[in-house]
């Protein structure tokens, strides 16, 4: 009797549980898109409402929450595109310019053929004097894609930021 009972359980939790797993993956999965919503609901108060009223102080405080939950949503699924993006574009706007094209970085490396991310990368290198690197980032760009048009407009950018140097 006690082996059946036993029987009885290990089958249904041999059963009931990976029926269970899916569904908390599916809840997992909407925790670090939440945290990236609410990072960029922190974000666009920062940046469209208390900066352009000279608020710095509060746009600094809505920043750093803002900061936060984009780092808590990568930290939920590293290979968040946007998440990275996002926390890209806060440091940016900050002019936190290495810590941007680090994150611009990590798009590049998650998504290759986002050649946007590229000449952002590139632009924080360029904020940083860091000409030959931005040159990099832009090289590296051309052979993500087959465009002769995209690929003539890197050219240029090369060509300005050679320029520049």
Request: net charge positive.
């Amino acid at each position: 009797m006690r082996t059946t009972f036993l029987f009885l359980i290990l089958t249904f939790l041999a059963y009931a549980i990976p029926s269970a797993v899916p569904e908390a993956r599916g809840r997992q999965a909407g925790i670090e898109a939440a945290h990236n919503r609410k990072g960029l609901e922190h974000f666009k108060e920062g940046f469209y409402q208390k900066l352009p009223k000279g608020q710095q102080r509060e746009a600094d405080r809505a920043f750093d929450l803002a900061a936060a939950e984009f780092r808590t949503a990568i930290a939920l699924k590293p290979d968040f595109v946007e998440a990275h993006r996002n926390l890209a574009r806060l440091y940016y706007v900050r002019k936190q310019f290495s810590e941007a094209a680090e994150s611009y970085r990590n798009v590049t490396r998650l998504a290759p053929r986002d050649l946007d991310a590229y000449v952002q990368t590139a632009l924080a290198y360029i904020e940083l004097d860091r000409f030959d690197e931005a040159v990099r980032q832009l090289e590296l760009a051309k052979t993500q894609t087959d465009d002769p048009e995209a690929v003539r407009r890197l050219e240029g950018y090369i060509q300005k930021i050679r320029e520049r140097k």
